[in-house]
């Protein structure tokens, strides 16, 4: 069964029968920007990208994004940047693998941003959205839609954090402006 | 090295006179149909078996065994055969390959050098297989590992390759072998599993005795590890994804603790720190226990950070335990057994250990520095000082050679022969003594080459080498190379680097090192950079372009994902060197042999 998240919502990433989640992947899809007339290459492709950043006690220790495909420990790791989207039909297009039990003890959060490096608003992108999948068994656990929302370029969309042995989820939602997660930071910063 | 076929992957077959080795565990019936391009076998003469066991080119065995050995002379087939289909027939009508072991196929020379094998596993109802095809491809001979099976038995198999009256075919055949077998009266051997499971995994990828499994606290302990447990189109490349995949992930387990290492320290100092500035801390305990809090912290924090390490290293150690003892020649220790009893490889090797690398946080656990052959950059052995500190200057030059000769052995044992050659120069004879392991034996092109005019004439000889072939490959003419060019790769050893060279030498030497791996000429220096200094930073380029080893341990590799220093040690002969003798040997006994 998939939650649909607001802004805020915690979940909590135990399974029903109490084993805690031990990989999870964040998902981005969106879809390509129509081809338009007859000089259709002329199109401003759309580039959205997904990054995660980990924190130490609210101190950045690492981040995974399309320059720096996998955490040093090697429990975060990005499949790769796209550079166009997709059809838009609610498959990833960019994905952030987390292992979470590779996650090094001192990472305590782990955030996620969608960026849109071309510049378009969140306004002119069809069909986009982001998700937290069970990578153990493909089932969805969570996704939030990003389509309609408003002028601006980023998103904080939810965040991982360790309560007690195990993860928690919480949907941020927090619409930003930025290229790059380097951009966002100010923004991350209260959420942590 | 042994290609171990997967079904469905096929192997060039250098020799055209073959034996093709069937074991099975119980007796089966072998027989080989003689089939055109499209695999079709004509009519009944296209097909040894128990009733006509010789056919030009083929003997099969005339009775059922466990074990069967066919002889064929693919020059002797005639020009409208393409494909010789190796198939196995149980005698029984109720039989199935899935009671029995699987049965196992190797194709090897008339010398029973073995070129390469396959092990059909996965049979269940079957009775009948296919296991093996040689084909002709363009103008040579191929051979595909096939293992298809068939539960209708062998008239379905027949059927296939079609020939008429299979049926029939079939029955006799199955008649033989049952008269066959009771002629025989080799009982079967005694199964020890006669009702109990049956283990059909590939005995190839077994991999050594297993290790035993640690007592691990978690409740889910890690699956075993075996060897070949990476993608790879054959078992050597698997190896070799395998042992790259052990490096990043030591790495990596280790860029978890030493963050955490980082973090805990720095957390510890800002708290302490804020203890001593608060001014409530200094009156009473306050500030004591404050400070106990933090170093409580700290030490949790790394307890957690180091048993998730120590969990890593275990699965780790486990998986090279596994792995160490699979590894062929090119990728083995010194002292693995592989090497007692080496034979000359019939394949090029992909690539070879230069020695082994380690961390700090696990000195124990060595994971094998593999680079992938040809060499990309040419290969220095440092001579001079280093951290490690042999302070006799003799000393560490001789350790140097040695290492040196140790990977140009290495190098001549994994190439098959005639693929790979060395030639050595040794400006003052300074070398005779560690060298002599290599010119004892025969197996340079010649004696080290001596003195300055030695040096020039080596160099010159080679330099005009690299641009033959430069220019053959430039201008994509290399068959016009001239006649009874040796198109082995070549290795150049140069000891004491750059005693007896003059500046036209160096000149050519840089060239070697720039171009040489392009056309297939390889450097191997063993130089202290102090006796270069006179040449101030002329030569920093050429250093910049090698490879450096070091005769000691050393810490100045990076690994490609994050970086750490990575402690390299050569790789060694065991003490007194008799296996880096024995194997020469056999190099230069197939060196002759080949001539």
């Known amino acids: ?96 693998l987390v292992d979470l039990q590779r996650v090094p003890p001192h990472v305590d959060q782990i955030v996620f941003t969608v960026n849109s490096f071309t510049g378009q608003t969140f306004q002119e992108v069809q069909n986009a959205f982001c998700r937290l999948v069970d990578e153990t068994n493909g089932q969805e656990l969570a996704r939030y839609t990003l389509a309609g929302g408003g002028e601006y370029t980023a998103q904080i969309m939810a965040k ?10 919480t949907a941020l939602g927090e619409p930003a402006n930025g290229r790059t997660f380097q951009d966002l930071m100010p923004a991350i910063l209260p959420h942590l | 090295m042994v290609a171990e076929l997967v079904r469905g992957q096929n192997h060039p077959l250098p020799r055209t006179r073959l034996e093709i080795l069937i074991s099975a565990e119980v007796p089966v019936l072998v027989a080989a149909a003689l089939g055109d391009e499209g695999g079709r076998v004509h009519d009944g003469h296209g097909i040894a078996h128990h009733g006509t066991p010789v056919l030009p080119g083929i ?46 196929a190797t194709v090897t020379d008339a010398d029973g050098t073995e070129i390469v094998c396959f092990t059909l596993a996965g049979l269940d109802a079957e009775s009948a297989v296919v296991a093996l095809e040689l084909y002709r491809r363009q103008g040579g001979w ?54 109990g499971p049956v283990d059909y995994t ?10 035993q499994p640690q007592p691990q606290p978690q409740p889910q302990p890690q699956p075993q590890p075996i060897a070949g447990d990476a993608p790879g ?108 009893g080496h034979r000359m490889p019939a394949e090029l090797p992909r690539a070879v250990r230069l020695g082994d690398l380690h961390l700090p946080e696990s000195a124990s656990l060595r994971i094998p520095m593999l680079v992938r052959l040809p060499l990309e950059r040419g290969l220095w052995v440092d001579s001079g000082a280093t951290q490690a500190g042999f302070t006799d200057s003799a000393e560490r030059r001789r350790l140097a050679l040695e290492v040196a000769v140790a990977l140009a052995a290495r190098l001549l044992a994994v190439h098959p022969v005639g693929e790979f050659s060395v030639e050595v120069i040794d400006p003052a004879g300074a070398g005779a003594g560690p060298l002599g392991a290599l010119t004892r034996t025969g197996v340079l092109t010649g004696p080290p080459s ?40 070549r290795l150049l050893m140069v000891n ?35 006796d270069a200094g006179e040449y101030g930073p002329l030569l920093d380029p050429l250093w910049r372009s090698l490879t450096r080893l070091t005769p000691s341990p050393d810490d100045h590799f990076a690994d490609p994902w994050v970086g750490h220093a990575w402690t390299f040690e050569p790789s060694l002969p065991p003490q007194g060197g008799a296996v880096l003798q024995q194997v020469l040997g056999v190099v230069s006994a197939a060196r002759i042999k080949g001539k």
């Open chain 2, 496 to 530: 004491d680097f750059p005693q007896g060279f003059d500046d036209r030498a160096l000149t050519r030497l840089r060239f070697l090192a720039d171009e040489g791996p392009a056309a297939g000429v390889h450097l191997l220096l063993v130089a202290d950079r102090a």
């Open chain 2, 59 to 104: 003997e099969v065995p005339r009775a059922a065994a466990a074990e069967h050995c066919l002889s064929a002379d693919l020059r002797e087939l005639s020009e409208a055969v393409h494909r010789v289909t190796v198939l196995l027939a149980l005698p029984g009508m109720a039989a199935r390959f899935g009671a029995t072991a699987a049965p196992r």
């Open chain 1, 1 to 96: 069964m998939t939650v649909n998240m607001t802004k805020g919502q915690a979940i909590s990433l135990e399974k029903k029968d109490g084993a805690t989640l031990t990989a999870v992947r964040m998902g981005l899809g969106w879809q390509a920007a129509k081809r338009r007339g007859l000089f259709g290459s002329r199109t401003r492709e759309i580039d959205l990208d997904a990054s995660a950043v980990l924190f130490a006690e609210k101190q950045p220790v690492d981040v995974v994004f399309f320059r720096h495909l996998v955490s040093d420990d090697g429990s975060v790791r990005h499949t790769g940047d796209n550079l166009v989207g997709g059809v838009g039909q609610g498959g990833d297009d960019e994905a952030v």
């Open chain 2, 142 to 195: 191929k051979v595909r590992a096939v293992g298809q099976g068939y539960a209708e038995g062998l008239t379905a198999l027949l059927a296939d390759l079609g020939l008429s009256g299979a049926s029939e075919m079939a029955e006799a055949t199955h008649e033989a072998g049952r008269l066959g077998a009771a002629r025989a009266a080799a009982p079967p051997k005694a199964r020890p599993s006669e009702h």
């Open chain 2, 233 to 340: 189109w054959s078992m050597e490349e698997r190896l070799y994804n395998q042992v790259w995949g052990m490096f990043e992930d030591l790495a990596r387990s280790t860029a978890a603790l030493r963050s955490a290492a980082d973090f805990a320290a720095a957390r510890l100092d800002r708290e302490l720190d804020e203890a001593l500035a608060d001014p409530r801390a200094r009156i009473g305990g306050a500030g004591e226990a404050a400070r106990e809090t933090a170093r409580a912290k700290h030490d949790e924090l790394m307890g957690r950070a180091q048993a998730a390490h120590d969990r890593d290293l275990a699965q780790l150690t486990a998986e090279a335990e596994a792995v160490e003892p699979a590894l062929p020649p090119a990728y083995a220790r010194w002292d693995s057994p592989v090497w007692h």
């Open chain 1, 160 to 169: 991982v954090h360790r309560q007690g042995a195990g993860w928690t989820m």
């Open chain 2, 202 to 211: 590939h005995p190839g990828r077994q991999g050594p005795p297993q290790p």
């Open chain 2, 450 to 489: 001596r003195g300055t005019a030695g040096v020039a004439q080596a160099l010159e000889s080679l330099t005009r080498r690299v641009d033959l072939v430069r220019m053959a490959i430039g201008g994509g003419a290399t068959e016009a190379l001239p006649d009874g060019f040796d198109t082995a790769r």
